[in-house]
């Protein structure tokens, strides 16, 4: 169980385009989903949290109107790259967790990743 | 301040080697989650453990195993016999109760490399 899927895994898109990244929870309901952004080598940096139903909450430094989260569904959040440029090319890592402490609940179930090239 | 601190980047070990991945945390909550994570070559990090502060058990599964001390806000892990496919990166993290318990804060992760 807890399976998360990402797609696309790789992507590569010409500079000005914007990119679509879906991540799905495929054997439970993820009330909150969380966006992470990895460079080579280093560690995971939250991005933003999304509840469904509510808008994103942004962490400090990222822009809102670039990276477009949508939780639309208990089951579905998408992260939408617009007007990507060449900095943006990174590894986007989405999870999903059922709710907050109590229990197992906190627990994130991470998807596969999706690689992001901008020429 | 990090919050949770991998102080070894990298490691290698000869396979068959026991080896232990070092987290130290910091935190002002009384009740928290720490977590290991595994990253292999692929890229998708797989869920290995969750601990809450009030247990304070270590932990075996197979080869694995945890070592959670409060007193040095400690949680390390240590692999047993060492396989090629233990090679990745694992991450520690923290996520406090106090903010929902939801957020995490990742490690800088250590890179483990099993030598056949």
């Known amino acids: 169980g807890a399976v998360v899927s990402q797609h696309p895994s790789w992507v590569i898109c010409k500079s000005g385009t914007s990119v679509k990244i879906e991540c799905r929870s495929l054997d439970f309901q993820a009330t909150t989903m969380f966006w992470y952004r990895q460079f080579p080598k280093q560690s995971l940096m939250l991005m933003a949290t999304s509840n469904e139903g509510s808008k994103a909450t942004y962490e400090q430094g990222v822009e809102k109107d670039k990276f477009l989260i949508n939780h639309a569904s208990l089951t579905l959040s998408t992260l939408t790259v617009t007007s990507a440029h060449p900095e943006d090319s990174s590894f986007y890592i989405c999870?999903?967790?059922?709710?907050?402490?109590?229990?197992?609940?906190?627990?994130?179930?991470f998807g596969a990743g999706t690689r992001l090239s901008v020429l | 301040a990090q919050k949770v601190t991998q102080a070894q980047t990298e490691i290698s070990v000869v396979e068959k080697e026991d080896v232990t991945l070092d987290c130290v945390y910091e935190?002002?909550?009384?009740?928290?989650?720490l977590f290991w994570y595994k990253q292999p070559p692929s890229g998708e990090l797989v869920f290995l453990i969750r601990r809450n502060s009030f247990d304070e058990q270590n932990e075996i599964s197979g080869r694995y195993s945890w070592n959670f001390q409060k007193s040095t806000s400690s949680f390390n892990f240590t692999i047993t016999a060492s396989q090629v496919v233990d090679s990745a990166v694992y991450f520690c993290?923290?996520?406090?109760?106090?903010?929902?318990?939801?957020?995490?804060?990742f490690g800088t992760g250590t890179s483990l490399t099993v030598i056949p």
């Open positions: 935190t002002r909550d009384t009740t928290y989650y």
């Open positions: 999870s999903a967790s059922s709710g907050t402490g109590v229990g197992a609940k906190n627990i994130q179930y």
């Open positions: 993290a923290l996520s406090e109760a106090g903010r929902g318990g939801n957020q995490f804060y």
